[in-house]
């Protein structure tokens, strides 16, 4: 194993988790490894796969990927091809036939290929073992559920006695226990690395107006240094890599919009530097292998924090220092919320506004970003101290809010405990409306009481204490005090908010739709 690493892989030593990997592997055991990217995951399957004489069939969902993989393979002097809509039927048939002939060490599949005709060929072929890039896809409870990669619960009826090697670089304990469910993998195949990146400071900010003042103020502490900005929208990235160049930054925009030729020529530029910063959608970061990438940058906010984890791992891959930064506004949620309207109803839809929540609550949060992160992911550990904006700004102005969230904890009981937060502010500004007379809610103490802030503010107010749990909201919106809102009425526990955040500016979009 040591000699291999070495002379075909080029490294000294193996990472921890990737020899424990391995060595299951070799003993024809299952394995579900959970790595963060960057981690060294090809590594660890394609590694055992020189020490065995079948194939090695690797079920990827992206041909971007697939091809990425067999090139370097191929580069290597190892006999990779893969089966995909991209080549040929000429071409897959080569790749079978090669396959039938027991001349293939990598065969890279989208998981669609396997119909009837492709499994009986594979159980004609001696495989090793197979892989699950991107085991995620298989999950409900995953961010990138899709319907092919179901079907994959019937490996182990298809190939009996064949071990399956499972990878996927962000999964929340559900999501892990779903994965080997339904693979019909033992809990035992577990294998995790803990949720963290410590070379990377996170900080996140409501963005002001465009973001632009914001965007290049981030820019300008890293001159000269290679980075990504991701956007929303293809328009996004081209609009703001103009201006970037405008104002004498060396930028190109990349998404899925552009042809391949193009793309490649982006990507290869900024490999060697020639371009320093990508603004890019999310199509961009699958399979780059840069190590030395010294910020990302969210111009909004992600729809997941698997997602965000993921692009914001893209940096620092060297182990170097690395920054990164989100600017949000509520408004994203709202516009990546409407994104999720479209779907089917199924339990993978729930869950996506729940994951959609999540980032949004991370992003308002004060708490130590990376404890949120690693906790998100169903791992303890301690506050980063000086490592996210939330630890490390200690002199930021506070103001104190104490009263305000009395007000508004004092309406959600009066009222109840049976309304969501809409219904709350209407009531504390004093609204008309038909439920609130109905209901003779103009009668409590409360109505009227809070007509001094504007909805947005006490979106600021309602943020925060969903952050710190003085409230929590059940499935239908309606909101519910906890013991830490009772603290806080009764005066034993005080509420600060950023004075920023706080103060009307154009960034309080969002409340008032
Ligand atoms: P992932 O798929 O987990 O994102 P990759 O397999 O692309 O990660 O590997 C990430 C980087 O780490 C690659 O540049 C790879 O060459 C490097 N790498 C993998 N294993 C080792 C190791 N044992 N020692 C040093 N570098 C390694």
Known sequence: MQKLLKDVFGFDSFRPIQKEAINRILKREDVLVVLPTGGGKSLIYQLPSL??????????????????????????????????????????????NSLLNGELKFLYVAPERFNDFFIATLQRVKIN????????????????????????????????????????????????????????????????????????????????GDAKDQIVSFLNIHKDECGIIYCFTRKETEKLSEYLNSKGFN????????????????????KNERVKIIVATIAFGMGIDKSNIRFVL???????IE?????????????????????????????????IDDLPETKYKENMYKKLESMYRFAVSSKCRHKMIAEYFGDEVETCESRCDNCIDEDRELIDITIESQKFLSAILRAGEKFGFTYIVDVLRGSNRKKILELGHNKLS???????????????????????????????????????GKQILKKELSVTILKDDFEEKKSFEGYDS
Request: aromatic residues 8%.
């Open 446 to 484: 409360v109505y009227g009481i809070g007509a001094d802030l504007s909805k947005k503010q006490w979106g600021v107010v309602f943020d925060k204490l969903l952050d710190i749990e003085a409230i929590v909201q059940d499935e239908f919106k309606v909101l519910k005090i906890t013991n830490i």
């Open 251 to 270: 930028s190109a925009s990349y998404h899925a919009g552009l042809t391949p030729d193009v793309r490649d020529e982006i990507f290869d530029d900024f």
């Open 51 to 96: 020490m065995m004489d079948g194939t090695t069939i690797v079920i990827s969902p992206l041909i971007a990927l697939m091809q990425d993989q067999v090139t370097s393979l191929r580069l290597n002097g190892i006999n990779a091809q893969m089966l995909s809509s991209s080549q040929t039927n000429e071409q897959n048939s080569l790749v079978l």
């Open 298 to 304: 969210h111009t909004s906010l992600p729809k997941t």
């Open 307 to 339: 997602s965000y984890f993921q692009e914001i791992g893209r940096a620092g891959r060297d182990d170097l220092k690395s920054d990164t930064l989100l600017l949000y506004s509520k408004s994203d949620e709202i516009s990546k919320r409407t994104l």
């Open 129 to 208: 073992f197979i892989v699950i890039d991107e085991a995620h896809c298989v999950s409900e409870w995953g961010h990138e559920f899709r319907d092919d990669y179901r079907r994959l619960k019937y490996l182990k009826e298809w190939f009996r006695g064949v071990n399956i090697a499972a990878f996927t670089a962000t999964a929340t304990k559900e999501t892990e226990n779903d994965i080997l469910e339904t693979l019909k993998i033992d809990k035992r195949a577990l294998l995790r690395v803990p949720t963290k990146r410590d070379n990377l400071i996170i900080r996140c900010q409501k963005r002001v």
